[in-house]
């Protein structure tokens, strides 16, 4: 069984469209991410959620708006995408013990605005 | 947190042993040293942690510095699924998880 899943795992929209991508994990972690990582490999936190309550919330247009229906679920939802959305989304987990950056991470989805 | 730098690539020889360097001169006490790898296409992969004393698990070895201002990761018999791009990332233990950017890191070719 996969981890840290997310679908899909490419989406090829327009501009000005809005999309969702889903992750779940079954890992039992109370806390979920979402990370962005662009054309030139950084891979940056958006979002963080620990029992459904959001922790951080990184400099992110107002356009993204995670959703987290249960600990073992978080979605991301994007009104009016832009060119520059164009990135990969990884959505990760970890155990909300103290054990820091020991992250689990979904194999990612491939945005690509048109 | 503390600035990591890492080398922007390094080769290996398949079955041996691949050394991957990391400064964080401006570590604080408090801060932890991790270790994780992106292979192409994929998330990134936890490998390792560590304080100040040595680490190994089944995946690779750290060892720390003493002054704790560089250190290395070890993968033993490196093979050609360990290509891939190595993070090194330090932070404090019990701040909010997930915060650290990912940056350059080392990507490392194993060759056969």
């Known amino acids: 069984d996969t981890a840290v899943s997310q679908t899909p795992k490419y989406l090829v929209t327009q501009m000005g469209n809005d999309k969702s991508i889903k992750c779940e994990q079954n890992?039992?972690?109370?806390?979920m991410y979402w990370y962005k990582q662009d054309s030139k490999k950084f891979l940056k936190i958006m979002f963080s959620?620990?029992?459904?309550?959001?922790?951080i919330n990184e400099t992110v247009p107002n356009r993204f708006s995670p959703k987290s229906p249960d600990k073992a679920h978080l979605n991301l939802h994007i009104n009016s995408l832009e060119l520059g959305d164009s990135a990969v989304y990884f959505c990760?987990?970890?155990?909300?013990?103290?054990?820091?950056?020991?992250?689990?991470f979904g194999s990612g989805t491939q945005l690509s605005v048109l | 947190d503390a600035k990591t730098t890492q080398p922007p690539s390094m080769d290996c020889a398949e079955g041996r042993a691949a050394n991957l360097p990391c400064n964080h001169s401006?570590?604080?006490?408090?801060?932890?040293v991790y270790w994780y790898r992106q292979i192409h296409s994929q998330g990134p992969q936890y490998i390792i942690h560590?304080?100040?004393n040595n680490e190994t698990n089944e995946m690779a070895s750290l060892i720390i510095t003493e002054d704790r201002k560089s250190s290395t990761l070890i993968l033993p018999h490196a093979t050609l699924r360990d290509t891939a791009v190595y993070y090194c990332i330090v932070r404090s233990y019990n701040t909010n998880a997930g915060k650290s950017t990912f940056g350059d890191g080392t990507t490392l070719t194993v060759k056969p």
């Open positions: 890992l039992g972690h109370d806390t």
């Open positions: 401006t570590i604080s006490g408090n801060e932890y």
């Open positions: 560590g304080l100040k």
């Open positions: 959620y620990n029992n459904k309550e959001l922790i």
């Open positions: 990760a987990s970890s155990p909300w013990t103290g054990q820091g950056e020991k992250l689990f």
